[in-house]
């Protein structure tokens, strides 16, 4: 199990039409004993008028953003929105596969160069063991 100093302060991006489950497993599988990731959750869960203000600056405070990929992530304009801010103030961004069913994809913004890691406790130890630290900067 990984052990994480302190609770990871997590800016979760999802499809907020058709993923809105994906979340709410997620942070309950977060708040287990068990679970070797602890963090707090500052994902926006409903649309407002200055979404992309509250996200920059939430996005902003985090230490990751986990984005959930869903069927319908790639049309998700919410979500590649907010992988672009993730990128312009610099905060690392991991992508974990919401479904085994079908084909989860991966939204706009991202490339094949960004893994998408498995919801599976070795998929989400190996997330939280990189988690501030994107994969190219452990490879250089």
Avoid at 63 to 88: K, L, S
């Amino acid at each position: 199990m990984v052990a994480l100093p302190a609770k990871t302060r997590v800016f979760v991006s999802f499809d907020y039409d058709h993923d809105d489950d994906l979340r709410k497993m997620l942070l309950g599988q977060a708040k287990n004993a068990s679970t070797p990731f602890r963090f707090e959750d500052w994902s926006i869960k409903h649309d407002t008028k200055g979404w992309r203000e509250d996200a920059r600056r939430r996005i902003r405070r985090s230490q990751v953003v986990v984005v959930i990929c869903g069927h319908y992530t790639d049309n998700a304009t919410g979500v590649a929105a907010e992988i672009e801010i993730a990128r312009e103030e610099k905060v690392p961004f991991w992508l974990l596969q919401g479904r085994k069913e079908g084909t989860c994809r991966k939204p706009a913004g991202t490339s094949w160069l960004d893994p998408m890691h498995s919801w599976t406790w070795t998929g989400i130890e190996s997330m939280c063991r990189n988690m501030t630290t994107p994969w190219w900067k452990r490879i250089w």
